[in-house]
């Protein structure tokens, strides 16, 4: 009986988690219909509108209070996860630090990534998971209700029963704008280029 129990369980956890994914894509599909360009990337969907991104308030991995103010003055790319998602998390972040690597030092955008689990995402443990990566790119953690205002504003669904989240990448302006939205998954050589045609 507790075998049935564990696999039916198991089963439900698998379909939420389908299923999550499954509006997410649906979602996407329907707000960037309306959201057409005229600039056109491999990897992603541009904005000639781009969206303002309201105060808000995080930590980050030094214990630094980092804002929407941080954001102004350079190009920044925003993933949220968590430091024990088993695959997209890892995955994405290494994409990233080759994205990084491959880039002119004058393109380069700044890497940030925010956590969607900040009761077990300490400062400690953020700093660990963030110099698996890269040293240069900045992890941030706050309140949950925070987090849920920026991930709305930005577009990227996050459950946590169970815990999951979008895995797109969102390309923020130097005046602190969503610019670009890039799918996932998406290959290093797609990024770059796309971020080479959009970073002067």
């Known amino acids: 009986m507790n075998i049935l129990h564990k696999v039916t369980k198991k089963s439900t956890k698998i379909i939420t988690i389908i299923l999550f994914y499954l509006i997410l894509t649906i979602s996407l599909i329907v707000y960037f219909a309306f959201h057409q360009s005229a600039v056109k990337l491999d990897g992603g969907i541009y904005f000639d509108q781009p969206q303002s991104i309201t105060h808000f308030e995080l930590i980050d991995h030094h214990g630094n209070l ?27 972040m290494q994409t990233l630090n080759q994205t990084y690597e491959s880039l002119a030092k004058k393109k380069r955008p700044r890497i940030i990534f925010i956590s969607v689990d900040p009761e077990h995402d300490s400062l400690q443990r953020l700093n660990q998971f963030i110099h698996q990566f890269n040293s240069n790119f900045i992890a941030l953690r706050g309140e949950m209700s925070t987090i849920n205002s920026l991930q709305k504003q930005l577009h990227v669904t996050i459950s946590t029963t169970p815990m999951s989240h979008g895995a797109e990448i969102i390309l923020i302006s130097p005046k602190a704008k969503m610019q670009a939205y890039f799918y996932h998954p998406i290959q290093v050589k797609t990024l770059v280029s796309d971020l080479n045609h959009l970073i002067n």
């Open 66 to 92: 980092f804002t929407e103010k941080q954001l102004e003055g350079h190009w920044s790319l925003l993933f949220f996860g968590f430091s024990l998602c088993p695959m997209i998390c890892p995955f994405t």
